[in-house]
């Protein structure tokens, strides 16, 4: 498959009306830049955990530390609070980094750790910002997430390292599209 970010190749994404530079980076070592927190792919048994605000925008669950949080307890953390779920295992995929290069952060650079979590979900009663909760299969929580427009290839790469079959034909298409 083409069109998966490689390692620390940069690639043009338009994220809340700007333009940013993203790269993934293999484990064990995080890529220079002001952590911003953990994304994870929360796999309850034969399905993936995805949230939405709105019940129209989809994603997956993340959020930036608190304090000095380390990577691993912020996924945890937001995996709690978001999905409502409990991480019983865990595996650091990868990290992203983020360089703005048009917009209100221009010169900002942001890291965030990817995660594969294994999950117990817990009743659904949120108290943050997730309204709704769906477990999907791997093909159609793809296919679900809200992803700002330039992020296919990177999602199709956190999908891939977290063994999660991604649809045979997981173009940039595939996924729905944030509006720029």
């Known amino acids: 498959m083409d069109d998966i970010a490689g390692d620390g190749v940069d690639f ?10 993203v790269a993934w980076f293999p484990p064990p070592d995080a890529p220079p830049g002001t952590p911003h927190g953990a994304e994870a792919v929360c796999v309850a048994g034969d399905r993936i955990v995805v949230i939405s605000g709105d019940g129209q925008r989809w994603g997956l669950p993340a959020g930036r530390p608190e304090g000095q949080e380390q990577w691993v307890d912020t996924m945890r953390r937001e995996v709690r609070e978001e999905a409502c779920a409990e991480v019983s295992e865990c595996r650091l995929l990868g990290f992203s980094r983020g360089l703005c290069i048009g917009g209100p952060q221009e010169g900002l ?3 965030r750790s990817m995660w594969r979590a294994e999950v117990r979900t817990a009743a659904w009663a949120p108290r943050f910002e997730m309204a709704h909760r769906r477990l999907l299969p791997p093909d159609q929580a793809f296919r679900s997430l809200t992803v700002p427009h330039g992020l296919g290839p990177f999602y199709r790469r956190l999908f891939t390292e977290a063994a999660v079959p991604l649809p045979a034909s997981a173009t940039s298409d595939e996924c729905r599209r944030d509006v720029e």
Not at 12 to 21: D, K, L, P, V
Request: hydrophobic letters at 55%.
């Open 109 to 111: 650079v942001l890291v």
């Open 12 to 21: 043009t994404a338009f994220i809340n009306g700007q333009e940013w530079r």
